[in-house]
């Protein structure tokens, strides 16, 4: 594992001590460079996630989310820089790094034709997890897929696949839990469950690194955020935090549409109002 070298001050002595803490970052990344060829997508990115929080990358189009987490999930091989996940250094131990993360595939990586037990019971023997009966009758419960447990993948709604996929992606109960977009394409009620999910996941102290351009998505859920854009991050802080930083500085607010200043009025401001593709 590793250790944070943290400076404290003991107030009763006015004394400064040095001293190893177990670090409880669940994801560390540290001067990422993502390049695709000549392009560069991602830029000195540095974040973490800390356990029992959900930390957002806000940024539009393009800016190099999807890259940072591709990174993280060992599928390219950054230019420079270190990622940890759980302390494990992904680079040099990524069997350790992996078995502590759990990815939100896309729906569309499920065989449409293989019913809901089916899913559960194959992706249970990929990461080796003992799937009894309990334990499927009480994922099913959970996810409220019990009536549905014979249903073609492909005859789920929207919102009963993005379920399945994101119980897949627990199912080895990882400390970090990575979701690039999760709520794209949901109706509102699948979105808040979904909210309502991360929330509880959050409450169990898994770590959450979700990805979004949604900013009622960020004040809703996420304890932090980091606006990322053209592969840089910006800002990092509190949704709160964000809005407070700026509300004053006409050079980032500068017109509000609704009034009172919120996450939106800042993103654009610090992104610029030029639509991305
Ligand atoms: N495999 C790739 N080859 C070349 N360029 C890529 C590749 N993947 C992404 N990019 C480029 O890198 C930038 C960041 O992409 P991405 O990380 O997917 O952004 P986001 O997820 O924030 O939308 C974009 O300009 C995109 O076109
Ligand atoms: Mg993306």
Redesign the pocket.
Do not use: M, Q, R
């Given at each position: 594992m590793k250790t944070k070298m943290v400076t404290q001050t003991d107030s009763s002595h006015k004394q400064v001590i040095n001293m190893h803490v177990q670090s409880q970052a669940v994801l560390e990344v540290l001067n990422l460079n993502?390049k695709?060829?000549d392009?560069h997508?991602?830029k000195n990115v540095s974040f973490s996630v800390q356990e029992g929080e959900i930390f957002g990358?806000l940024?539009?189009?393009?800016?190099?989310?999807?890259?940072?987490?591709?990174a993280v999930e060992g599928l390219?091989v950054p230019e420079s820089g270190e990622i940890y996940v759980a302390g494990y250094d992904v680079k040099k131990q990524g069997l350790l790094a992996r078995a502590n993360m759990g990815v939100q595939l896309q729906a569309t990586s499920f065989q449409p034709e293989l019913n809901v037990m089916e899913i559960l019971k194959l992706y249970s023997g990929i990461y080796g997890v003992d799937l009894t009966k309990e334990k499927m009758d009480s994922i099913l419960n959970n996810i409220n897929l019990r009536e549905s447990r014979s249903k073609k993948f492909g005859q789920l709604s929207g919102g009963q696949q993005q379920r399945v996929s994101l119980v897949i992606a627990l199912i080895h109960e990882p400390k970090l839990v990575l979701l690039?977009?999760p709520t794209t394409g949901l109706d509102p009620q699948a979105r808040r469950q979904l909210w309502e999910r991360m929330e509880a996941l959050r409450n169990m102290g898994h770590g959450i690194l979700l990805?979004t351009?949604s900013m009622e998505e960020a004040e809703a859920v996420c304890d932090r955020v980091s606006i990322?854009d053209h592969?840089q991050i910006i800002n990092t802080d509190t949704p709160g935090g964000l809005i407070d930083k700026h509300r004053n500085n006409p050079e980032v607010i500068r017109a509000s549409r609704k009034g009172k200043i919120t996450l939106e009025d800042v993103f654009i401001g610090l992104t610029g109002s030029q639509v991305r593709v």
């Open positions: 993502v695709y060829e392009f997508a991602v990358l940024g539009p189009n393009g800016a190099g989310k999807t890259s940072c987490l591709s390219l690039d977009e990805t351009h990322i592969g």
